[in-house]
């Protein structure tokens, strides 16, 4: 497969993979107590919308709960397949969670609205991990109207 391949652009190849998405990890989430803000109201929106969230906070050391589900906090540790890892960090702290990902080995990366790291991006699609640069992925489930695969 073509490493190019892997970096989703196109509506057709983004709807392909929220099809098939049921699972997704998010590397970055906030916890209730910060649900006005993207990195818990995106999660929230995602889950009330039927997919499994499996909560992976970068601080917040003492939240063990987020959406009800336990916290991880490496990509690595979550039990199961991840289909998807939606990111909310900056693009600066991206190239410290480069070795997680790649040891998680989820179907696909979702890098948020802002989000965007070329070089980052090729690595893991060379790896054979599907990304998604600069996008919200609350609006473009909504836009699809996608629902969590079987």
Not at 59 to 83: A, E, K, S, W
Not at 101 to 121: M, N, S
């Amino acid at each position: 497969m073509n490493r190019h391949s892997n970096l989703l652009e196109t509506p057709a190849n983004i709807s392909a993979l929220l099809a098939a998405t049921r699972r997704i990890a998010v590397l970055g989430i906030k916890p209730e107590s910060h649900d006005d803000q993207p990195a818990h109201y995106v999660p929230a929106a995602l889950a009330a919308a039927g997919y499994e969230i499996v909560p992976v906070p970068v601080y917040y050391r003492d939240v063990t709960v987020i959406l009800g589900q336990p916290v991880y906090r490496r990509l690595v540790d979550v039990p199961g397949r991840i289909d998807l890892v939606d990111v909310f960090r900056l693009p600066s702290a991206l190239p410290g969670h480069l070795d997680d990902l790649l040891a998680a080995k989820p179907r696909a990366v979702w890098l948020q609205t802002g989000i965007r790291d070329d070089a980052f991006a090729m690595t893991l699609a060379e790896a054979g991990i599907l990304v998604v640069q600069d996008r919200c992925l609350m609006v473009e489930q909504q836009r699809r109207g996608a629902r969590p695969a079987i």
